[in-house]
């Protein structure tokens, strides 16, 4: 079949499909080894990849298919002891190895979150301290669409009711108010499960003025979510 020609089907499969494929190029700007995480959402297959450790100053990429939805993190601490299993000191997927092989991060994590060709044809993506915050991160597309990231150490000006401490008593990561408090106005349930009954909170707005483009808590939708036309790609940056 001549070149013409087969481009030619390929772009009406596009049009029938409205769908694109995503790479992901997984950077570490960390001056100490991560051990990035992914997991696939609404029961979809898993990546290639579910875990792996990257070097401070390394890169690694990640195939997505057409309209996967998920997340990256990237733990840290991670040692292998005398059990041989891998255990990490924030952001844990609990499996004893690199890969999570299925399992989400232990909060409080900063997450990476993905719809690839979701509404209208486009990507939707944020980064996310819903969850809690372990470390900065970043989503830059490739193709001109906006950035997003949470570029400052939470760590810095968490709370002590909100903080993880390493053994020497340095805070490495922050807790939500949710998991830290597990009431229901920090963690928008019951009756406060609604946008217009669960608004931000003294500590919710901690993690927005720190920063300020990702997700501080559930319903933090306006500032948080951005869009780019599918069929791009996307540098995630840990440390940026």
């Excluded at 990257?54 to 997340?71: E, F, K, N």
């Excluded at 400052?152 to 968490?158: A, F, G, Q, T």
């Excluded at 500032?223 to 940026?240: K, L, M, Q, R, V």
């Amino acid at each position: 079949m001549e070149a013409k020609g087969f481009f030619a089907i390929f772009l009406a499969l596009v049009s029938i499909t409205g769908a694109f494929s995503a790479t992901f190029t997984v950077k570490n700007n960390c001056p100490y080894t991560v051990w990035p995480g992914t997991l696939t959402g609404s029961g979809g297959s898993q990546l290639s990849k579910t875990g792996f450790e990257l070097a401070s100053g390394a890169s690694s990429s990640v195939d997505a298919p057409a309209g996967w939805s998920g997340r990256f993190w990237a733990r840290t601490g991670c040692s292998t002891g005398s059990s041989g299993r891998l255990t990490c000191a924030t952001a844990d997927c609990a499996s004893g190895a690199a890969e999570c092989n299925g399992a989400g991060a232990i909060p409080p994590a900063t997450l990476l979150e993905f719809t690839l060709n979701g509404d209208g044809g486009k990507d939707f993506y944020d980064v996310s301290n819903v969850d809690g915050f372990n470390l900065p991160a970043s989503i830059t597309p490739k193709g001109g669409c906006s950035s997003t990231e949470c570029r400052s150490n939470i760590n810095s000006v968490c709370p002590p009711e909100l903080s993880v401490k390493d053994a020497g008593g340095s805070v490495v990561a922050c807790k939500s108010a949710c998991l830290a408090l597990q009431q229901p106005q920090y963690c928008c349930t019951g009756s406060f499960n609604t946008a217009e009954t669960c608004p931000p909170t003294n500590y919710s707005k901690i993690f927005k003025d720190a920063c300020p483009q990702a997700y501080s808590y559930a319903y933090d939708d306006r500032s948080s979510t951005f869009t780019c036309a599918a069929g791009g790609n996307y540098d995630i940056t840990f440390c940026p």
